[in-house]
């Protein structure tokens, strides 16, 4: 039998999700809980001048009523650094309602807590309080004079700009040139649970429940920020109503959460409302891109320069980073990468899936589309004709992958004898077209090392932990596939238990990392207890085992056996009770490669899209989508498709719908909720195919470069480049809206 | 949410008497704009008169093969009616394509045709809204306004007007049956629903503790063949950009009868009597769709992010007609 | 029923107003009697979710718009959060928690892990609920019919294919083939 890792195992975590038996954040029921309401800013800019809270206070249920007025004073304000670094990590690195200053909307200015949900809402809807108001910027253009080049990027982390040969003198010099400005609307996540924390205190320790994608990340931030020793400060999480980056990083909210429990004593849960999430968790910013392009007539790329404008906090040079991939998809001598930041009235952007690549990707993707128009060369074509064999430094790959996804996505969608004329397929009022993009994402090894423990008891059960979390990436379910091969036991046999600070420690799981780093440790858990019981059989005058050579020993079903006479053997279980072990546990850590590691570490994948376009009316519609893609290791390809398939339709969102604007008077967001945001429903979703090519990869753990972004990364640009092949418009703004791709009056059919 | 006292009513006089009795109280049918707007502090009434149990929920002929709908009537039990299907496709199809089929569930037709608009400034409780708080001033007008309407509008307000079976009804000459502390009313749709102007506060001619009991489709041939286009950015669960209710009666090439009604552009479900009147007695081609069309859109006034409606609307139009001479079938 | 305008269709009494502040009300969850202390303010959702501790219903927007809330009242799927609690006094409120019976999954249970319909299973509930609902209207009849009458429940994670494809094994387990023989499923 072959083992669990590989396998298109349904999710342990199933049963529990389809009754209603899983736990979320806001459903944790604590005797005594009291509920928390957050009051936000009205204005973008300015002080707070009086906070009347006399009424709130006065209205039935009413705990307290807290402001900048009565809250302590945080102990420390954390760098903003990203969670998977394994430091605090708050997403900004201001912390509210510590004075009258205003510094975005929505920014919390009172806290309310009552008896009830009802009540904490309804009082927090009385606290009156006046601003007085001074200039805000909130959109590019209005900050447009005062940009700035942000010289480091993600806390300091990376550089801002990236530079290699001289691009100014090879585009001068470029045989075909094309100079292209692009122009994003911001995104929110919408993760369908709103973010919630429940903050319970017992004897001077601190319990939360929060709906975050790095329980270690909120023990760190609260801990610095309330001067609390980590081990008086336990996170925990059972279920996590999805990600996406919104829960990445540890937002105030759930600092003031423990804030208010200490206040009234009592446990207290404090769930955003829908509109509440645009402005209590960072975004994907408002941004501009330009890229210049420079190639050879048979569409050599020569040089590459690519600048992103956009928009961030008054206290953090926060962009997402977009150059990673443009910077080394493609060999090009000549590259320079800028990120410039305008300094505006909101919070502190976040991380939001694919962060950054996904809209650098969706620039360089579309810009090779128009060279391959401009030159007549076929798009799949020139992707082969331009891939790097090795990074920018000259380093191989840790595993590549990329023109396999060119030409089996090619072949599967079939690309081949497709007409590249605009304008060349109808169907009714619909336009036909087709696009592809190449797709690249960074892997990412700046987390520290990786913890699990494994134990297995006499009955032959496994309870295997860390500290990580289930957010809809399967990571409860691949972790027990992991470790039941590890163990040499059945799936059934082997619990996986996550959601706990007091479990062995990872990092938050994010940037596509969670599933690689902590099958490592769980894998190094389960292999150090197998290698110890292993070693203890062979040790042992009574065992079966005595006397062989450890490696000659396999572990199946529960039983070690030698490899060359499997008769010969006994179970986990009779070696224990004869020994008198009613378990045996053992730890495991996995420590990533060093940063300078000489390879180039990018996750590949190509993205095939055929659209239809209305184009009188400017709708489009997505009829099928085929992403290719080479991640590594697939532990498990049901769930690592629908991973990928769901960054695919992420994708679609970003190309066709999702976008947000500043009310630049008001200086607020122009959707605050799912009526007016618009993200991808049922009938939106064509049919849609991921497919892998394997490649094997030593370098990152047990071979896995993950699923969470690389299905969304170029996504987006294959829609835009399908509808360029329908209508021969070519339109470098998104989401791409009906005002912008229906045909011009006097259009020629 | 505000505190709510709450009463439960069975006949129509109880309900009527019990609103007009408490001058804070509204009447709760299938609450999915109610509930919303109180939870969001704009609707503030202190007393809910729940009036689901009133007896108002069927779909009966009237002579001459009209229809009458009763207001309690749930959005998704009309649209699927065989009389309405039947007889009324546009109003059918306008239906389904409205919300989403929980909430089609819930709402009553009376409910939808009180709906408040779906303007974001109007919503946040905040900014400075005419409809919400007379004399603040209009912020969609040089605000966020790309789904705002073109058509009706006031300086006062550009809210557009959100149903889609009312544009249907009203393409139909729907009469809207009431009782209220008056008296019994009959009040033609087109007149149901008043144009922003000086007081966008007011919505529609109703009585405080007025209730709408049923809804009359007079006999109208010309529906059985009509049609309902929606566009939108998204393909469901969305308001339209655009809606056309359409229909034509066509004889030798010659339209003798057009039925014309728009969504999405309106601040109230827009009747295109200015279209219909250049339609009837023109060819049925797309060269009278196009005119149709002008004539209507002639009076639009536009503001930066919505002027694209314009051509939308005249595009949507003539694909509306041009579908509804083929005789409706999508 | 008709439309009855006359004021004798009734026997008159006096209105009982009710609230603002708690009141006790009597909820059918799941065939289930709950008497429990309630503002009429307070939805259904926050009814089943703080007061029976019947969470899996899911509070996604608390405004009519993804459908996470779904349930159904007297057999037909509505939303829980625009629901008030007080106005289901006297009907029948089914929620995820009553699909299962014995423990026993429901098809579309089963056939939703079977597909992966779901990731961080926020929405999964609501989803099913609505499932299992359109096949009882009759709206699955095909591909498109499914995709429209599910969009009101918005899947982030973006789950819909699977979810189409778990409602179609349910459907057609349900319909025997024409001239089949058998029980029927």
Sequence with gaps: MSGAVGRPVDRVDGHAKVTGGARYTAEIALPGLAYAAIVGAGVPSGRVVTIDAAPARAASGVLAVLTHENLPKVAARPRLLPSLLGAPAPGQSFFPMQDEVVHYFGQPVAVVVAESHEQAQYAASLVEVAYARTPSVTTIDEGRGGAYEAERLFGGLMPGREERGDAETALAEAEVRLDLSYRFAANNHNTLEPPATTAVWEEGRLTLYDSTMGIRASQLTVAQLLGLPLSDVRVVTHFVGGGFGAKAMTWPHVTLAAMAARHVGRPVRLALTRPQTYTSHGHREEQEHELSLGATRDGRVTALRHHKLSITSPFDDWAEPATGVSSQLYACDHYQGVHRLIRGNTMTPTFTRGPGETVGVFVLETAMDELAHELGIDPVELRLRNRAATDPRGNPWSSDGLADCLRLGAERFGWHGRDPGTRARRDGDWLIGTGMAAAAYPVAFFMPAQRARARVYEDGGAVVQAGTQEFGTGMLTVATQVAADALGLPMEAVRFEAGDTDLPNTSAAVGSAGSGMVSAAVHAAATALRDQLVALAVADRGSPLYGADPAAVNVREGRMLLRDRPETGEAYGELMRRNRLADAEATGSWSPPPLDTPHGLLTFGAQFAEVAVDPELGLVRVRRMLGVFAPGRVLNPKLARSQLTGGMLWGLGQALLEGNRMDPRHGRWGAANLGEYLVAVNADVPEITAEFVEVADDVVPLGIKGVGEIGQVGAAAAIANAVFHATGRRIRELPLAAELVMDPPGTPA | ?330 | MGIDLSAEAAPRRRTTVRGPSDEPVVLTVNGTEHAVNLEPRVSLLDALRDRLALTGSKKGCDQGTCGACTVWVDGRRVLACLTLAITCEGRQVTTIEGLTTDGELHPMQRAFIEHDAFQCGYCTPGQIMSAVALIEEGNAGTDQDIAEFMSGNLCRCAAYPGIRAAIRDVRDARAPEPGATGDGG
């Design chain 2, 1 to 330: 949410m505000r505190p709510l006292a709450y009463a439960r009513v069975s006949t129509v006089e109880e309900a009527v008497e019990t609103v007009t009795a408490a001058p804070g109280s509204a009447f709760l049918a299938g609450g999915t704009t109610e509930v919303d707007l109180i939870r969001l502090g704009i609707a503030r009434p202190g007393l809910l008169v729940d009036i689901n149990d009133l007896p108002l929920t069927g779909v009966e002929d009237l002579p001459g093969g009209g229809l009458l709908i009763g207001a309690l009537a749930r959005m998704s039990d009309v649209a699927r009616a065989p009389e309405v299907a039947g007889r009324y496709p546009g109003v059918s199809r306008a239906l389904l394509l409205g919300a989403s089929q929980q909430l089609r569930n819930m709402a009553s037709m009376g409910g939808n045709l009180c709906q408040r608009v779906r303007c974001a400034y109007f919503r946040d409780g905040l900014s400075p809204c005419n409809k919400r708080e007379p004399g603040t001033g209009c912020s969609a007008l040089d605000g966020l306004n790309r789904g705002h309407a073109i058509l009706g509008t006031s300086e006062h307000c550009i809210a557009t007007h959100p149903s889609d079976v009312a544009v249907a009804l009203a393409a139909f000459d729907a009469v809207v049956r009431t009782s209220g502390p008056g008296g019994a009313r009959r009040i033609p749709i087109d007149d149901f629903y008043l144009l922003p102007g000086d007081t966008p506060e007011r919505e529609n001619p109703l009585a405080h503790g007025e209730l709408i009991t049923a809804i009359e489709l007079p006999p109208a041939g010309i529906a059985r063949r009509s049609i309902y286009l929606k566009f939108r950015d998204r393909e469901s669960y969305e308001f339209a950009l655009v809606s056309v209710c359409a229909a034509l009666s066509v004889r030798d090439g010659i339209v003798a009868e057009a039925r014309l009604a728009l969504g999405g552009v309106g601040t109230k479900p827009w009747r295109a009597r200015h279209a219909e009147a250049r339609l009837t007695g023109a060819p049925a081609t797309a060269e009278s769709y196009a005119a149709a069309a002008a004539a209507e859109l002639a009076g639009a006034a536009v503001r930066r992010h919505n002027a694209f409606k314009v051509e939308l609307a005249r595009r949507a139009i003539v694909r509306g007609l041009t579908l509804a001479a083929r005789g409706g079938a999508r």
